[in-house]
């Protein structure tokens, strides 16, 4: 067994509502809901959902990019939710985000050269000389040819600022970097390359991915462990291809149900979920999925159920995991 | 190694130029922002470039020829007091414009200042720095003015402040509002995630997305300052006697309007008005141009 690099322990991120009058806290959204997983170096997790289950906030929160409002983000062994601001800022140069929309996410007004020299400036790495030694290396690691390090982001595409925006998460050299969709905003024939890029800057650079995404096929390619999340609680966790051909959880079988299979003679048993998701202010009582599931029984809306080891390695909360939908 | 520092530092710059001309390509693209802008070219010169061509003095009185229409010796007549109404209004403009502009540049600086730092810092501080603003502005801006004015004895550094003490109002809600929606573009989060500082951020991320919004307003505000100079003056609370300014000027013609005296009236009051219609077209093209660039 390798080394645990982030261990988060019952993290949760409640947003308060406000209204009324004199704007009091009427009640919380859930958006994050008690998650604990353990990030092995190098693995590569993936966290599906559909939107609106809590991921994005649950990627954001183990930054501390949102104040997460309880748990333990344990990080090299260090819980650095205990960290000070300044502490806290060090820190940043081992755990990178990369973002989903690649064309907010850039300054318009820096140069390439400037938005990736700055983090080492800030951070007091590397002489100037190196710097854009390190940026020119960057950039070609990435797929961009160096003599556009003085061009602005609106000058390039989707794509291409997407790998502007994976050698900046890269230029402090970070050990764990959280996907926070990071392709989903691309062209089909661009994700490509982008998931390609980053298998081979996982190999290169030794890093550890936390892959937030909702396109199961891309996640199944990538990920060697993958975690179902339902409104902003755990779902399923398992290896990618026990998840994928076995799922328990009720839920993971009727997302995976969803994958499009590209051949025709396959005829796939599709499970097709009522409704919509539940309102994460007002989440339903016991099993927060009873509400949409197929086998739901009278058990699952007063009990929440546990978050058991089935096999080794396969966690699923359901009463009734692998009954048949 | 300095030498590479340098090749990277020179190919920054030159990304900048190129985006230089574009811009102002775009700018001086409508024919109104030339004609805006060759007016105050205009307006300039004569006032700063005039009196050193025309140089006859704005302030000695010529009191044997008082009150009479423009004619060879005094091209735009002379007011009651026997002052040279060229000289008088070449001179009047340097105050006007110097005042206009001063004003617009100390409530710029400052409003920014504020409104920066109630948009970036959120929060109940947000909430008292603008409930302050509120409060302000609902006072009209002529009553605050007139206080001032007589409270203090207005000379030129004065009234600049005077001017500015209520044009900054607008500039910072103006800036906070913008801070606020640039506060939460990804690409600031990125930067947070990145470990950049706060005071870097804003700094360097919000404060160059929001100065094309800043310029358009303090565009106007130069116009706005003189306005309100004019009127100030106009209603006697201006410069002091004998420094002339355009709204003094009108202001003492109005008085002989009677006698037919409209070489009094009519030179301040269209410098007044070119002055005003240079400035908003000016502005308007920057406005535009910076739009643009955004889009």
């Known amino acids: 067994m390798s080394n645990v690099l982030l261990d988060v322990q019952n993290i949760k991120k409640y947003f308060p509502v406000r209204g009324g009058f004199l704007k009091t806290v009427q009640g919380h959204v859930r958006a994050v809901d008690g998650v604990s997983l353990q990030v092995n170096e190098g693995e590569t997790l993936g966290i599906v959902g559909e939107s609106g289950c809590g991921k994005s906030t649950l990627g954001r929160s183990i930054l501390r990019l949102i104040e997460p409002t309880d748990g333990k983000i344990i990080f090299e062994g260090n819980d650095i939710r205990k960290y000070s601001h300044a502490q806290m800022r060090a820190m940043r140069k081992k755990m990178q985000i990369v973002f989903q929309d690649p064309y907010a996410s850039l300054n318009p007004r820096y140069s390439i050269m400037q938005t990736l020299t700055e983090p080492m400036y800030v951070h007091g790495l590397y002489n100037g000389k190196e710097r854009a030694e390190r940026v020119r290396a960057l950039m070609q690691k990435v797929g961009l040819d160096p003599s556009y390090a003085s061009r602005f982001p609106h000058e390039f595409s989707g794509g291409q600022r997407q790998r502007i925006g994976i050698a900046r998460a890269l230029v402090l050299n970070p050990k764990l970097m959280i996907l926070d969709e990071p392709v989903a905003a691309l062209d089909v024939s661009v994700q490509s390359q982008v998931i390609n890029l980053l298998e081979d800057v996982q190999k290169d650079f030794n890093l550890t991915y936390l892959f937030v995404a909702y396109d199961l096929s891309v996640v199944k390619h990538i990920s060697n462990r993958v975690l179902v999340m339902y409104l902003g609680k755990m779902a399923e966790l398992a290896t990618s291809d026990e998840l994928f051909f076995n799922p328990l959880h009720p839920y993971s079988k009727a997302l995976l149900s969803a994958v499009p299979v590209p051949n025709p003679e396959v005829r796939k048993e599709r499970v097709i979920l009522q409704g919509d998701i539940p309102s994460p202010a007002n989440p339903p009582s016991g099993c927060v999925f009873h509400t949409r599931c197929p086998i739901a029984k009278e058990q699952c809306k007063k009990e929440v159920p546990e978050w058991r080891e089935i096999q080794t390695g396969h966690f699923v909360a359901c009463h009734y995991p692998g009954e048949g939908v | ?295």
């Open chain 2, 1 to 295: 190694m300095i030498q590479e520092a340098t090749v990277v530092e020179a190919s920054m710059l030159t990304a900048h130029r190129d985006e230089r001309p574009k811009f102002l390509k775009r700018f001086w693209r409508s024919g109104m922002t030339k004609l805006g802008g060759f007016l105050l070219l205009a307006l300039l010169l004569f006032s700063f470039v005039g009196p050193l061509l025309y140089r006859k003095s704005a302030i000695n009185p010529h009191i044997l020829s008082t009150d009479i229409g423009p004619n060879a010796q005094f091209p735009l007549g002379t007011d009651s007091l026997g002052h040279n109404v060229l000289s008088q209004l070449m001179v009047g403009g340097q105050s006007s414009i110097e005042v206009g502009f001063a004003s617009a540049i100390v409530a710029m600086l400052f409003g920014t200042f504020y409104g920066m730092i109630s948009g970036m810092v959120g929060g109940w501080v947000d909430t008292i720095l603008m409930r302050i603003v509120d409060i302000l502005l609902a006072i009209p801006s002529i009553f605050i003015l007139l206080f001032l004015d007589v409270a203090f004895q207005p000379n030129i550094l004065v009234m600049i402040l005077v001017l500015a003490s209520t044009a900054w109002l607008g500039v910072s809600r103006l800036v906070r509002g913008e801070a606020m929606t640039i506060k939460n573009q990804l690409y600031v989060e990125s930067a947070l995630a990145l470990g950049i500082g706060r005071f870097r951020i804003m700094l360097r991320y919000v404060l160059p997305n929001i100065i094309g919004t800043v310029l358009v307003a303090a565009t106007f505000q130069v116009a706005d300052a003189i306005l309100s100079m004019a009127g100030l003056s106009f209603l006697g609370l201006g410069l002091p006697p004998p420094t002339p300014n355009w709204g003094g000027m009108l202001s003492d013609g109005m008085n002989y309007m009677f006698q037919n005296s409209w070489w009094l009236i009519y030179p301040p009051g269209l410098c007044i008005l070119i002055v005003q219609v240079s400035i908003n077209l000016i502005g308007d093209g920057l406005r535009n141009a910076i739009e643009t660039r955004e889009r």
